[in-house]
């Protein structure tokens, strides 16, 4: 890897830490520069979630304060996250890697539709919340932890966009200020990308290089969505999100 391919990286983990701790989806812009380095598709996934693990703990750090008191709903829905993070990584390294390689071109344009409508679907709860809020409940019951289960599953096969799963699902089962939900998802996120990077240290291929890069990038990236990601348009963050991941679906699909 050269200098400026490092410093590519390093940038990547930077942003993709930011945009996770604000809303979710950072994968979508650490997963294609790797692999526009040419790492294989499932090297390049396996090293993109340990990569940011760092970030993570740095963006729950950041949120600290709006997790008082949730430790009942933490211990609850993190059960979930964690058993389905440790199947979806379970079948990442059970299936065939062309399967992979097939699938996540689908994945990709799944997440980037998942960006694309993210405010229509925060309207959608606010709308609902200022109707009376229907079934929401301080818990969420049944629905919501089998919810939270297959964002898990689906953010340890691939992990794009789980952060963004998880803020609807909580947005819309949860009676909660939106900035505790939001902790909620940095600490579930959390949960499936560090049981998923566990799994993947003794079964998977590794780039340590770009481990240890997008690793310092999102720490950094972490404290800036905590702090300051709040404050950036979100507009900008989504085309920025939408404009790299259109990107690496081109060139999946050119390869």
Do not use: H
């Not at 945009?19 to 950072?26: D, K, L, W």
């Not at 740095?58 to 008082?68: A, D, K, N, P």
């Not at 905590?226 to 699909?253: E, M």
């Amino acid at each position: 890897m050269s200098v400026w391919e490092a410093l590519a990286v390093l940038l990547a983990g930077v942003g993709a830490g930011t945009i996770n701790t604000v809303v979710g989806s950072g994968t979508l812009i650490t997963f294609p520069v790797l692999l526009a380095l040419g790492l294989p598709p499932v090297t390049a996934n396996v090293s993109n979630t340990l990569g940011l693990v760092p970030g993570s703990i740095s963006g729950v750090i950041g949120y600290r304060r709006e997790l008082t008191g949730q430790r009942r709903r933490l211990l609850r829905l993190g059960t979930a996250s964690l058993i389905g993070g440790l199947t979806g990584a379970y079948l990442l390294t059970k299936l065939p890697s062309k399967a992979f390689d097939a699938i996540v071109p689908a994945l990709i344009l799944c997440a980037l539709v998942l960006v694309v409508i993210q405010p229509r679907v925060s309207r959608a709860v606010a709308a609902r919340r200022g109707r009376g809020g229907g079934s929401s409940s301080t818990e969420g019951g049944p629905l919501l932890f089998a919810g939270v289960l297959l964002a898990g599953v689906y953010g340890g096969y691939f992990g794009a966009a789980q952060g963004v799963l998880l803020l609807a699902l909580m947005g819309m089962l949860l009676q909660d200020d939106m900035q505790r939900i939001n902790a909620t998802k940095n600490v579930l996120a959390l949960i499936v990308n560090g049981v998923a990077a566990v799994f993947f240290l003794f079964v998977a291929p590794i780039d340590w290089t770009a481990v240890l890069l997008i690793a310092a990038g999102s720490v950094v990236g972490g404290q800036i969505g905590a702090k300051v990601g709040r404050r950036l348009p979100p507009p900008v963050l989504r085309t920025v999100i939408v404009v790299v991941g259109l990107a690496a679906v081109t060139r999946l699909l050119l390869t």
